[in-house]
């Protein structure tokens, strides 16, 4: 899997453009500055918990017993419910409700951007796809800046798109990572299969 691969991949997963309503939704009452700074700390910190799965995630695995085949139907199952939640919607509301004004680490950081299968994907690039930690540096740290490059400007990107536009956005994201999960549950069948 080339670098490129490995950031669209991470992009995918980390859904940026589906995860914008949900930071205006969170950070709405920030001013200007005070936005961007919650922005870009919650970025690095979901990027921070990836990066530190993908160092120690093998281990994890290994404890638990979890084969490389399991990992791959696991992680595609994840990635395909998400799909199928960011193409025909679903309830997201369970993390827009209750939060301060400022939230730290939940609900933006994780789950939103460092989700179950965020953390299923870089954990897999490790152990099936043997990426070294400083290409999945690279890699984790291009999707970033996709991230805040979607984030940072994401109120003007709202108002621009409007609804529609966001939405659209989203069920392609969805539809292209839909293929993909359906792939890794393919591959981790011929796998157990030998």
Do not use: C
């Given at each position: 899997m080339s670098q490129f691969e490995q950031i669209l991949l991470l992009v995918l997963v980390t859904d940026p453009f589906g995860n914008l309503p949900l930071v205006l939704s969170a950070l709405g009452r920030l001013d200007a500055a005070a936005f961007?700074?919650?922005?870009?700390?919650?970025?690095?910190?979901?990027?921070?918990?990836?990066?530190?799965?993908?160092?120690?995630?093998a281990g994890l695995l290994h404890t638990f017993g979890?084969?490389?085949?399991?990992?791959?139907?696991?992680?595609?199952?994840?990635?395909?419910?998400?799909?199928?939640?960011?193409?025909?919607?679903?309830?997201?509301?369970?993390?827009?409700?209750?939060?301060?004004?400022?939230?730290l680490l939940v609900p933006i950081a994780v789950p939103a951007i460092a989700g179950p299968a965020a953390i299923a994907t870089v954990i897999l690039l490790r152990t099936q796809q043997a990426v070294p930690l400083g290409e999945l540096s690279v890699a984790l740290l291009g999707a970033l800046l996709v991230a805040l490059a979607t984030f940072i400007p994401g109120r003007r990107i709202a108002l621009w798109?409007?609804?529609?536009?966001?939405?659209?956005?989203?069920?392609?994201?969805?539809?292209?990572?839909?293929?993909?999960?359906?792939?890794?549950?393919?591959?981790?069948?011929?796998?157990?299969?030998?």
């Open positions: 961007r700074r919650a922005v870009l700390r919650e970025s690095l910190f979901a990027f921070g918990v990836l990066l530190l799965l993908g160092w120690g995630g979890i084969t490389e085949p399991a990992l791959h139907i696991g992680g595609g199952v994840i990635l395909f419910l998400l799909s199928l939640r960011m193409i025909y919607g679903g309830p997201q509301g369970a993390f827009q409700d209750g939060y301060a004004a400022d939230p798109l409007g609804p529609r536009g966001l939405n659209a956005l989203e069920k392609l994201t969805g539809l292209l990572l839909n293929l993909i999960a359906v792939n890794m549950m393919l591959e981790g069948v011929r796998r157990f299969l030998g």
